[in-house]
């Protein structure tokens, strides 16, 4: 599924942009600087789930890698997490600049309603996966869960504090995708709702990775600095539950997600994926 991300991110991420070539060049830097693509392929895994063609849900797919793209040049910059590299290279503010880099993450964020509203032809299911899109990155979803991630880090959150934060930061999108993706299949309410709490559990499950990877990893298998929780003293799940309950509890979402995909007719890389979700190291 990974060359068909490829494909569409070639077709649909500014193919004829008349801007800035230092802006092109940043978002380009970015947007193809590899990554795993787990939000574009969880979108076409959900459309294919419901038995119908993934072609149409491509500039989806698409939009849902630039939102995630904006959002690692974001979190990088000296004012949030201040982070040299990203994806083994340097991040987008090292090689270029800060003001760049700012805009290059302005720029991909809107373009990526631009992708799904000009190539989505059905205007229902365009309207839809633009709702859930913007649900998934905005205020009460990706961007909601950034800033109580910052206040998280002059406090101790409890739990709960910690399942808000990770629920909305990286849950939120990624949900969004499964049910962006449902959306271009034709996916039924109740297929949605299936979508979008096997969405919730993987989402959950994919930070409680995260969190154990940056505690076990080295900087080569990650592509990032690891150990950047532990020195920043941040509270994660292995902090509050031991490395073993936190693989426990990981293992248990990801069963709990699996739980979910009956009502679908053909699931099976919903399944694949989220079985890599725990088995990942990096």
Known sequence: ????????????????????????????????????????????????????????????????????????????????????????????????DEATAILAGDAMSTYAFEAVLANVADPAKAIGCARELARGAGLEGMVGGQMADLEGEKKQPTLDELRYIHEHKTGALITAAVVAGGIMGGANRAQQQALRGYGHDIGLAFQVVDDILDQTSTAEQLGKSPGKDLAANKITYPRLMGLEGATKHAQQLIDSALGKLDALPAPQALVTIAEYFVARTH
């Not at 500014?14 to 230092?22: D, G």
């Not at 500039?59 to 995630?68: K, L, R, T």
């Open 1 to 96: 599924m990974s060359p068909m991300v490829e494909q569409a991110l070639k077709r649909f991420a500014w193919p004829h942009a008349k801007a800035p070539s230092r802006l092109v060049q940043a978002m380009n830097y970015s947007l193809n600087a590899g990554g795993k693509r787990l939000r574009p392929m969880l979108v076409l895994a959900a459309c294919e789930a419901l038995g119908a063609d993934t072609e149409p849900a491509m500039p989806v797919a698409a939009a849902f890698e630039m939102i995630h793209t904006y959002s690692l040049i974001h979190d990088d910059l000296p004012a949030m997490d201040n982070d040299d590299l990203r994806r083994g290279q340097p991040t987008c503010h090292k090689a270029f």
